[in-house]
Protein backbone atom coordinates (compact mmCIF):
# COMPACT_ATOMS: atom_id res chain seq x y z
CA UNK A 1 0.00 0.00 0.00
CA UNK A 2 1.56 3.01 -1.32
CA UNK A 3 -0.97 5.49 0.33
CA UNK A 4 0.91 4.27 3.95
CA UNK A 5 3.24 6.18 5.56
CA UNK A 6 5.46 4.85 8.67
CA UNK A 7 6.75 7.50 10.73
CA UNK A 8 9.57 5.91 13.31
CA UNK A 9 9.54 8.18 16.62
CA UNK A 10 12.95 9.08 17.40
CA UNK A 11 12.07 8.95 20.91
CA UNK A 12 12.88 5.11 20.64
CA UNK A 13 16.97 5.93 19.16
CA UNK A 14 19.79 6.84 20.76
CA UNK A 15 19.75 10.27 22.12
CA UNK A 16 23.73 10.38 21.97
CA UNK A 17 23.36 9.96 18.06
CA UNK A 18 20.55 11.51 16.79
CA UNK A 19 22.02 12.19 13.18
CA UNK A 20 22.96 8.71 12.59
CA UNK A 21 20.34 7.31 13.89
CA UNK A 22 18.29 9.45 11.39
CA UNK A 23 19.86 8.46 8.61
CA UNK A 24 19.91 4.75 9.54
CA UNK A 25 16.40 4.56 9.81
CA UNK A 26 15.38 6.69 6.51
CA UNK A 27 18.38 4.30 4.41
CA UNK A 28 15.95 1.24 5.62
CA UNK A 29 12.57 2.96 4.42
CA UNK A 30 11.34 5.21 6.63
CA UNK A 31 8.68 7.87 4.89
CA UNK A 32 8.19 10.35 7.49
CA UNK A 33 10.94 11.31 10.78
CA UNK A 34 8.37 11.18 14.11
CA UNK A 35 9.81 13.94 16.14
CA UNK A 36 8.49 14.28 20.03
CA UNK A 37 8.66 16.83 21.92
CA UNK A 38 7.98 17.08 25.44
CA UNK A 39 7.79 19.90 28.46
CA UNK A 40 7.68 17.82 31.73
CA UNK A 41 3.70 19.92 32.27
CA UNK A 42 1.27 19.01 29.83
CA UNK A 43 2.63 15.18 29.95
CA UNK A 44 4.97 14.00 32.64
CA UNK A 45 8.38 13.77 30.90
CA UNK A 46 11.06 15.81 29.33
CA UNK A 47 12.44 15.36 26.19
CA UNK A 48 13.98 18.45 23.50
CA UNK A 49 13.17 21.87 22.14
CA UNK A 50 13.77 23.84 19.16
CA UNK A 51 17.50 23.91 18.81
CA UNK A 52 17.83 20.67 18.91
CA UNK A 53 14.96 19.89 16.58
CA UNK A 54 17.01 22.66 14.10
CA UNK A 55 19.94 20.15 15.02
CA UNK A 56 18.07 16.87 13.69
CA UNK A 57 16.41 18.46 10.35
CA UNK A 58 20.29 18.87 8.81
CA UNK A 59 20.24 14.81 8.70
CA UNK A 60 16.14 14.82 7.67
CA UNK A 61 16.10 14.11 4.34
CA UNK A 62 12.33 13.28 3.62
CA UNK A 63 9.50 15.04 6.12
CA UNK A 64 9.91 16.06 9.85
CA UNK A 65 6.54 15.47 11.60
CA UNK A 66 7.09 17.56 14.96
CA UNK A 67 4.44 16.28 17.60
CA UNK A 68 4.31 18.64 20.13
CA UNK A 69 3.12 17.71 24.09
CA UNK A 70 3.65 21.25 25.53
CA UNK A 71 1.35 23.34 26.68
CA UNK A 72 0.75 26.54 25.65
CA UNK A 73 2.21 26.39 21.96
CA UNK A 74 1.61 29.80 20.32
CA UNK A 75 4.66 31.28 21.62
CA UNK A 76 6.54 28.72 20.19
CA UNK A 77 5.30 28.07 16.75
CA UNK A 78 8.07 30.61 15.27
CA UNK A 79 11.28 28.70 17.00
CA UNK A 80 9.32 25.30 14.98
CA UNK A 81 8.96 26.87 11.59
CA UNK A 82 12.64 28.13 11.91
CA UNK A 83 14.02 24.65 13.31
CA UNK A 84 12.27 23.61 10.03
CA UNK A 85 9.51 21.51 10.95
CA UNK A 86 7.40 20.55 7.92
CA UNK A 87 4.32 19.50 9.85
CA UNK A 88 3.62 20.91 13.58
CA UNK A 89 1.01 19.08 15.67
CA UNK A 90 -0.37 20.64 18.93
CA UNK A 91 -3.26 18.84 20.95
CA UNK A 92 -6.64 20.07 21.30
CA UNK A 93 -5.98 19.95 24.95
CA UNK A 94 -3.36 21.67 25.29
CA UNK A 95 -4.99 25.01 25.56
CA UNK A 96 -8.53 27.05 24.49
CA UNK A 97 -7.95 27.84 21.00
CA UNK A 98 -6.58 25.01 19.03
CA UNK A 99 -8.58 26.78 16.09
CA UNK A 100 -5.96 29.78 16.91
CA UNK A 101 -3.10 27.57 17.13
CA UNK A 102 -3.66 26.11 13.74
CA UNK A 103 -4.25 29.19 11.78
CA UNK A 104 -0.85 30.21 13.25
CA UNK A 105 1.16 26.93 11.78
CA UNK A 106 -0.24 27.05 8.81
CA UNK A 107 0.94 30.85 8.73
CA UNK A 108 4.13 30.46 10.04
CA UNK A 109 4.29 28.18 6.85
CA UNK A 110 3.93 24.68 7.88
CA UNK A 111 1.62 22.29 7.84
CA UNK A 112 -0.86 21.83 10.80
CA UNK A 113 -1.87 18.71 12.78
CA UNK A 114 -4.24 18.58 15.76
CA UNK A 115 -3.43 15.33 18.28
CA UNK A 116 -6.57 13.63 20.50
CA UNK A 117 -5.38 12.09 23.83
CA UNK A 118 -7.11 8.68 24.27
CA UNK A 119 -9.62 10.05 26.38
CA UNK A 120 -11.00 13.20 24.06
CA UNK A 121 -13.63 12.03 21.63
CA UNK A 122 -13.25 12.48 17.31
CA UNK A 123 -15.77 15.89 17.78
CA UNK A 124 -13.62 17.57 19.29
CA UNK A 125 -11.59 18.36 16.13
CA UNK A 126 -15.15 18.53 13.63
CA UNK A 127 -15.04 22.60 13.67
CA UNK A 128 -11.05 22.28 12.64
CA UNK A 129 -10.91 19.86 9.68
CA UNK A 130 -10.97 22.33 7.13
CA UNK A 131 -7.83 24.07 8.36
CA UNK A 132 -5.46 20.96 9.63
CA UNK A 133 -3.25 18.40 7.27
CA UNK A 134 -3.41 16.04 9.89
CA UNK A 135 -5.20 14.60 13.11
CA UNK A 136 -3.31 12.25 15.28
CA UNK A 137 -5.24 9.48 17.49
CA UNK A 138 -3.32 8.51 20.67
CA UNK A 139 -3.10 5.48 21.02
CA UNK A 140 -1.25 5.39 24.13
CA UNK A 141 -1.51 8.27 27.08
CA UNK A 142 1.45 10.34 25.74
CA UNK A 143 4.54 11.11 27.32
CA UNK A 144 7.07 7.71 26.86
CA UNK A 145 7.81 4.88 24.28
CA UNK A 146 7.01 1.55 24.23
CA UNK A 147 3.61 1.56 26.31
CA UNK A 148 0.65 -0.69 24.65
CA UNK A 149 -1.91 0.10 22.28
CA UNK A 150 -5.21 1.28 23.59
CA UNK A 151 -7.68 0.31 20.94
CA UNK A 152 -9.03 3.50 19.13
CA UNK A 153 -10.39 2.10 16.07
CA UNK A 154 -14.04 3.14 16.64
CA UNK A 155 -12.64 6.93 16.71
CA UNK A 156 -10.26 6.18 14.03
CA UNK A 157 -13.50 4.99 12.27
CA UNK A 158 -15.41 8.08 13.43
CA UNK A 159 -12.84 10.84 12.20
CA UNK A 160 -12.40 9.09 8.73
CA UNK A 161 -16.34 9.70 8.04
CA UNK A 162 -16.11 13.04 9.39
CA UNK A 163 -13.04 14.01 6.90
CA UNK A 164 -14.80 12.65 4.43
CA UNK A 165 -13.19 13.70 1.01
CA UNK A 166 -10.58 16.56 2.60
CA UNK A 167 -7.07 15.82 2.03
CA UNK A 168 -6.46 14.81 5.89
CA UNK A 169 -4.09 12.43 7.09
CA UNK A 170 -5.19 10.04 10.09
CA UNK A 171 -1.87 9.72 12.10
CA UNK A 172 -1.88 6.47 14.74
CA UNK A 173 0.45 7.04 17.46
CA UNK A 174 1.29 4.83 20.28
CA UNK A 175 1.86 0.85 20.56
CA UNK A 176 1.87 0.67 16.94
CA UNK A 177 2.88 -2.95 16.47
CA UNK A 178 2.45 -5.38 13.32
CA UNK A 179 -0.22 -7.27 15.71
CA UNK A 180 -1.96 -3.59 16.33
CA UNK A 181 -1.54 -1.81 12.39
CA UNK A 182 -3.56 -3.58 10.39
CA UNK A 183 -6.72 -2.86 12.82
CA UNK A 184 -6.15 1.49 12.48
CA UNK A 185 -5.05 0.90 9.02
CA UNK A 186 -8.51 -1.25 8.35
CA UNK A 187 -10.31 1.61 9.79
CA UNK A 188 -8.89 4.55 7.80
CA UNK A 189 -5.38 5.02 9.11
CA UNK A 190 -2.72 5.89 6.68
CA UNK A 191 0.13 7.33 9.12
CA UNK A 192 1.39 5.09 11.48
CA UNK A 193 4.01 6.10 14.40
CA UNK A 194 6.40 3.46 15.84
CA UNK A 195 9.00 4.30 18.38
CA UNK A 196 10.46 0.81 20.10
CA UNK A 197 8.88 -1.54 17.10
CA UNK A 198 11.16 0.10 14.13
CA UNK A 199 14.14 0.76 16.42
CA UNK A 200 14.03 -2.74 18.19
CA UNK A 201 17.09 -5.39 17.71
CA UNK A 202 18.95 -3.07 15.90
CA UNK A 203 21.54 0.16 15.89
CA UNK A 204 23.16 2.27 13.57
CA UNK A 205 26.27 0.15 13.72
CA UNK A 206 23.44 -2.67 12.34
CA UNK A 207 20.40 -1.37 10.73
CA UNK A 208 18.99 -3.79 8.54
CA UNK A 209 16.23 -4.72 11.67
CA UNK A 210 15.10 -1.04 11.39
CA UNK A 211 14.33 -2.03 7.71
CA UNK A 212 12.47 -5.64 8.70
CA UNK A 213 10.66 -3.95 11.79
CA UNK A 214 9.23 -1.03 8.95
CA UNK A 215 8.52 -3.44 6.45
CA UNK A 216 6.73 -5.76 9.31
CA UNK A 217 4.26 -2.77 10.06
C1 LIG B 1 4.24 8.96 23.02
C2 LIG B 1 4.89 9.53 21.77
C3 LIG B 1 5.05 8.49 20.73
C4 LIG B 1 5.97 7.37 21.13
C5 LIG B 1 5.63 6.14 20.38
O1 LIG B 1 4.10 9.96 23.96
O2 LIG B 1 4.09 10.57 21.23
O3 LIG B 1 5.45 9.04 19.49
O4 LIG B 1 7.32 7.66 20.94
O5 LIG B 1 6.45 5.11 20.86
P1 LIG B 1 6.00 3.59 20.72
O6 LIG B 1 5.83 3.31 19.28
O7 LIG B 1 7.13 2.87 21.36
O8 LIG B 1 4.69 3.45 21.48
ZN1 LIG C 1 4.47 11.24 19.07
Keep these: D ?3 KIAPSILSADFADFGREIRAVEDQGADWIHVDVMDGHFVPNLTF ?3 AVKAFRRHVTTFMDVHLMIS ?3 AYIDAYADAGADLLTAHVEAGPHIHRTLQAIRGAGMKAGVALNPGTPAEAVEHVLDICDLVCVMTVNPGFGGQSFIDMTAKVRKLRGMIGDRPVHIEI ?8 APLVREAGADVLVAGSAVFKGGSVQDPAPYGENIRAI
Design 173 to 180: DGGVTPRT
Design 72 to 74: PVD
Design 49 to 51: GPP
Design 2 to 4: RSL
